[in-house]
T-cell receptor
């Protein structure tokens, strides 16, 4: 069974601060996705990273895929209250069906 | 385009009652997934379908749970009989066969079993 561990589980910060969320596994993934989930809604895809070492930027969010494709990070610069939500990483192994393995999530609260 | 549609959005029922959750995937998507989310266990995959055929139901907790996909535009998840420990948010998601399997989630059904 492939597992993805996310850290921290909870994070409460002030507006304007920077933060990094980590997603780690002992397994190799073909690709890795990051989702954000707001209260009362389903997860929404933010980005997919595919190549080891790949870095993708989405405004103030920077996503990195580890060189060995076993881990990933999400860095948010100058966090805003609108960034509040549950951040989920999900790994795909093309050799193991078409299922995503989801991490436990990081619950972020950004206080104004 | 309409996203994934789920109904009802909220369901409150009593222990022992039958519960049916419904999902309409995005038109043209050939994969459909049912998940359950709780604070304790996070997001768990229950079952998924490809072209209306169940592929993996190893996540279904027990025989009380069943899922069907009679056609490409409709799926149901049924719990009979329901128990308080089934209380959770149930999500349906769909995707199109591709290299990255990016999934699109519905808004979820919040189930409370008293």
């Amino acid at each position: 069974t492939q597992l993805l561990e996310q850290s921290p589980q909870f994070l409460s910060i002030q507006e304007g601060e920077n933060l990094t969320v980590y997603c780690n596994s002992s397994s190799v993934f073909s690709s890795l996705q990051w989702y954000r989930q707001e209260p009362g809604e389903g997860p929404v895809l933010l980005v997919t990273v595919v190549t080891g070492g790949e870095v993708k930027k989405l405004k103030r969010l920077t996503f990195q895929f580890g060189d060995a494709r076993k881990d990933s990070s999400l860095h948010i610069t100058a966090a805003q209250p609108g960034d509040t939500g549950l951040y989920l990483c999900a790994g795909l192994n093309n050799n193991a069906g078409n299922m995503l393995t989801f991490g436990g999530g990081t619950r972020l609260m950004v206080k104004p | 385009d309409a996203g994934v549609i789920q109904s009802p959005r909220h369901e409150v029922t009593e222990m022992g009652q039958e519960v049916t959750l419904r999902c309409k995937p995005i038109s043209g998507h050939d994969y459909l997934f049912w998940y359950r989310q709780t604070m304790m266990r996070g997001l768990e995959l229950l079952i998924y379908f490809n072209n209306n055929v169940p592929i993996d139901d190893s996540g279904m907790p027990e025989d009380r749970f069943s899922a069907k996909m009679p056609n490409a535009s409709f799926s149901t998840l049924k719990i009979q009989p329901s128990e308080p420990r089934d209380s959770a948010v149930y999500f349906c998601a769909s995707s199109l066969l591709g290299v990255y399997n990016e999934q699109f989630f519905g808004p979820g059904t919040r189930l409370t079993v008293l």
